[in-house]
DNA sequence: GAATCCTTCTTGAAATTTAAACAATTGGGG
DNA sequence: CCCCAATTGTTTAAATTTCAAGAAGGATTC
């Protein structure tokens, strides 16, 4: 809990910055809160949830390991091992035994658990839409698309070009 | 916990809607906990905590009341109270009665903490500069900005024009 | 001024997240 | 084969958030 250096001057955000930077905070802020009582009211569990059965979902088999659908969905893997030991009580998911790996653990969707997706999607997608893509210009959502691509690459660089290391 | 209509054909998102959306997903997961990581370690305190410190910071007098500063800081009355409470055991924040008001409590920022700040904030707007507007155009910012703004809006209509009830 | 509703803030319990530590297994060198 | 570092996933406890309920003062109504 120390400090930064405040040897030198900060090199502070300008009025445009600070307004921009505030109105990110505000606007996630309640959307994310907006979502999560979204679901949590018609699917019985908060957004981040929601999207574990989604990436469990779309993957073949409709299963995972465990590390990878943690990277997947940006979260620590103790945090989804708690999360799956949740849904896993509301049937949605299963855990299964990696054959090659001792070590590994599959989450798989329950047929219970798809039909919670089944029946509580259309309800997501609508409020996503209401609260994003019907306010905005295709413009404004195409410029959102490639700035939050940016920003998210800056904070967890993908290995795109990794195999090219001469170029880095 | 019950389901939307499927009666209706959903509106499902297009491709370009859903990577558009997944990028937002993502990136905000990423960059709050790149925050919330960032302030923990230099500061001792989640980034909303920290957002908590710098709205008593601006206010008149460096106080504010309790449901004030939960409408500043988009939370709950219920989770400013705990907040609070724990700011008040580091020392950074005091409770204050309401002379006006008997229900009412200041939430007041301490000497401590208002040194907490000054100490803190330059790391803490390095990060966010390194992670957002270093990226980004002044384009990319304005329109991010934009954005914001109007999602934001949507989800928490301000009372502008609220005196000219005949517009609405 | 009494009844009633609203606002302000807090509380306690349950749920979730974080942080640190741990067991089990894998994989690579020597 | 043996040693050792890295990986995988879980567990525990502490911190934080959510949710529902409630205490107390204020405001309105009649």
Redo the contacts with the bound molecule.
Sequence with gaps: MDAAPATEDTRWLTDDEQRIWRAYVHASTLLE?HL??QL?RDAG??H??YGLLVGLGEADGRRL????L?MKAK????????????LEKNGWVR?ED?P???????AVLTDEGYEVLQRTAPGHVRAVRQAVFELLTPEQQKSLGEIMQIVAEGLQPSDAGADLPWLR
């Design positions: 809160d999560d009582r949590q569990m908060p981040i949830y390991r465990m590390t990878e943690a979260i620590t893997r103790s945090r989804l091992s708690h999360a799956i030991a949740r855990r990696c090659s790996d001792k070590r590994g653990q599959f």
